[in-house]
């Protein structure tokens, strides 16, 4: 049973940062792309940030390219977002999730976490 759990988020300034850590457990994770979601209220999920575990290849929203970094530790099985920069628009729900499989996709995960609040304010 694949389990993630997010931590991290908080309240902080307009222009500060944060980051996101996503612990992974229950399988072996080598052959798995991790992604970072959002959801701000009274809108629908997005696409954040995606890895490959295996080569660490990185796939990013136009929105957040430049300002977020994805990242795993291998021997922590974590998965990290680096967020600097930070915007009120960036408010939401941030959520990580796990799909089988290597391609870099918007959709299609299999396992999500409970999220994780991170509020902007300006």
């Known amino acids: 049973q694949v389990q993630l759990v997010e931590s991290g988020g908080g309240l902080v300034q307009v222009g500060g940062s944060l980051r996101l850590s996503c612990a992974a457990s229950g399988r072996t994770f080598s052959s798995y792309v991790m992604g970072w979601f959002r959801q701000a209220p009274g809108k629908e999920r997005e696409f954040v940030a995606a890895?490959?575990?295996?080569?660490?290849?990185?796939w990013y929203t136009d929105s957040v390219k430049g300002r977020f970094t994805i990242s795993r530790d291998n021997a922590k099985n974590t998965v990290y977002l680096q967020m600097n920069s930070l915007k009120p628009e960036d408010t939401a729900v941030y959520y990580c999730a796990a799909k089988v499989g290597t391609a870099l996709v918007r959709n299609y995960y299999d396992y999500w976490g409970q999220g994780t609040q991170v509020t902007v304010s300006s």
């Open positions: 890895i490959r575990w295996r080569d660490t290849s990185t």
